[in-house]
């Protein structure tokens, strides 16, 4: 008995017939059993769906539901691309996105170099915490903070502002600075968070290469340029194809909690959208077919980056 | 050293500001004199928050969808992870592709909606817990803690004539503590921060959770304040009391942090090792 098991760990067990098979299955059954819930969850709530994204290509009809409703092809991708509020929403997206990726990206690469210069253990530990904290606060919760600080009766940036004799502003009710807004708060969510990865790569560096590279006379910018940064490059590139193919997936709720009628036209986002114009205004098919263009972009996201840091590093997801 | 200080202040600043501002009247707050310290210190935000019925309502659900749907959470993963970890489980490959695949590509909101709304499970508590039962990223890293689990151990165990549910349950989840804790705080702070799935499946009051009830009073600016009475107008500016309500729904989180951190960065290097 333990001797089939052996084979069987090493992934070359192997059956005669179906019948062995059969009775393997049947020597294990408790195995198969609790799995069927799991497996069941993800066929309903991920693949039903999934199929349920033909209703793109029709006519929705709530009460004649997929079967009966009437088939239109391409029609709701066409009036996508015609319609100007679409594409405005689909430029702040690519730009938010963009900007999200320029500035965003950099910071816990940064911020994770720079902790692992400190070199009194009991401090790193402490600015760690106090950095990986606003990870935990729900987006509504950094958006009340961003509101609070932005207020301009109340708020201490505009108070700052007036020192300088410069007017208050209402940050959230301008279209110039809600995009600025959503990065920044995003880099103070989760940039430090973002650092764990970073510095768990930086750990596993061989010391010696530090070593020769002082005897070798180098400083300890020029250490961190020669050693660590290409060291943690893999790291990088993995982390930054990810965030490619999530590149249209900036995120619901941290759009959502600082939108209003004063900032939604650089605001909006596909997300904000598909949920205010398929939810609220009830255009199922028509929201489905931007869900559907936004999940196949950032498949091709995905694929195409893949394959192009397999060129260029040999590095890649899969 | 110096620059990580600053960067660490600007990580707690914000929060102590608005710590500070939940605990000042209202000439002090509209003069702009609150900085990091209470000034005109009251707790009379507080007094008003906690006499909000629809607070506590919203307290009420919020610690409703934590509790039971983190225990479901922790159930569904679990009995799925460990078969897919096992050798005798023969079709773990075709399994972890359909997994995998939900990964990459998923459906959009509106069929997902509408499989709810066939489901009849819209304005329930429980289309907040079971769609997001299973989170395909925790079932991977639990997965592979299963992976390396000591097989002689269970092998010793088969051979001693122990079932496989006995098995599960003497032997295996004794020893998945650590990644039980992990995954349950991961599936905790995500249930207790949920806020999307609330608005778009819930529209019925009574149901409502302690984000949503939060961000209409802090941003769309719906106290319900009508229990500001005259005699409390000079002491309590609208801006204390959002704050003492961002305070009020942070503290929870607070609470459990120190726990939290060391295990969710564990539990974040375990899956970026796999993935």
């Not at chain 1, 940036?157 to 995009?179: A, C, D, K, Q, T």
């Amino acid at each position: 008995m333990a001797s089939k098991m052996d084979i069987a760990r090493e992934g070359i067990l192997t059956f005669n017939d179906s019948k062995a098979k059969r009775s393997f299955i049947m020597k294990h059954w408790p195995l198969y059993a609790i799995s069927i819930p799991g497996l069941l969850y993800f066929i309903i709530f991920k693949y039903i769906p999934l199929f349920g994204s033909v209703i793109a290509f029709q006519d929705y009809n709530i009460f004649k539901g997929i079967r009966g409703s009437k088939w239109v092809g391409l029609e709701h991708f066409q009036r996508m691309f015609e319609y100007h509020e679409f594409l405005m929403i689909l430029k702040n997206t690519l730009l938010i996105g963009l900007y999200d990726l320029v500035f965003a990206f950099p910071i816990p690469i940064l911020l994770a170099l720079l902790l692992n210069e400190i070199r009194f253990h009991g401090y790193k530990r402490v600015v760690q915490t106090v950095i990986y904290m606003p990870h935990f606060l729900s987006w509504v919760i950094v958006g009340g903070v961003v509101v609070a600080l932005l207020s301009p009766s109340t708020g201490v940036v505009n108070h700052s502002l007036g020192w300088f004799g410069i007017e208050p502003i209402y940050f959230l009710g301008e279209n110039s600075y809600i995009r600025t807004i959503l990065i920044g708060s995003g880099i103070w969510k989760d940039s430090g968070w973002g650092t764990i990865i970073y510095l768990a790569a930086i750990a596993g560096i061989n010391p010696d290469l530090y070593e020769a590279a002082e005897m070798d006379g180098a400083g300890k910018f020029r250490q961190v340029m020669a050693i660590t940064v290409p060291s943690i490059l893999p790291v990088i590139t993995i982390l930054f194809l990810l965030h490619i193919g999530r590149f249209l997936d900036f995120g619901f709720e941290r759009v959502f909690v600082f939108l209003n009628s004063l900032n939604s036209e650089n605001g909006e986002i596909l997300d904000t959208y598909v949920y205010r114009a398929g939810l609220v205004d009830r255009q199922y098919s028509y929201t489905t077919a931007i869900g559907l263009f936004k999940s196949i972009v950032g498949l091709v996201l995905i694929v195409a980056g893949n394959s192009l840091s397999k060129k260029a590093s040999g590095e890649g997801l899969y | 050293m110096i620059l990580m200080f600053v960067i660490g202040l600007a990580m707690v600043l914000p929060m102590l500001h608005v710590i500070a501002q939940s605990l000042s009247d209202a000439p002090a707050i509209n003069s702009g004199a609150v900085g990091l310290w209470p000034v005109g210190f009251t707790t009379e935000n507080y007094h008003l928050i906690l006499k909000d019925g629809t607070m506590w309502l919203a307290f009420r659900n919020s610690v409703i969808v934590t509790v039971a749907g983190t225990l479901i959470n922790l159930a569904a993963t679990a009995s799925l992870a460990y078969p897919l970890s096992r050798p005798e489980y023969l079709y773990r490959k075709a399994a972890l592709v359909l997994v995998l695949i939900t990964m990459i590509f998923h459906a959009p909101l509106i069929p997902n909606y509408l499989l709810l709304k066939n489901l009849h499970m819209l304005n329930t508590l429980w289309v907040l817990i079971i769609p997001g039962a299973i989170s395909a990223y925790n079932l991977f890293v639990m997965r592979s803690f299963f992976v390396n689990l000591p097989n002689e151990l269970l092998d010793s165990a088969r051979i001693d004539g122990c079932g496989e549910f006995r098995m599960i349950w003497k032997i295996v989840l004794p020893l998945s503590k650590p990644v039980m804790a992990t995954m349950g705080i991961m599936y905790a702070v995500g249930n207790w921060n949920m806020y999307s799935q609330a608005i778009y499946y819930i529209d019925k009051r009574s149901l409502l959770l302690l984000q949503v009830r939060l961000r209409e009073i802090v941003i769309t600016d719906n106290m319900g304040a009508s229990d500001i009475t005259s005699d409390l107008i000079n002491l309590i500016s609208p801006e204390g009391l959002k704050m003492a309500v961002i305070v009020f729904a942070t503290i929870p989180i607070m609470l459990v942090y120190p726990f939290l951190q060391k295990h969710f960065i564990k539990g974040m290097l375990v899956g970026s090792i796999k993935s």
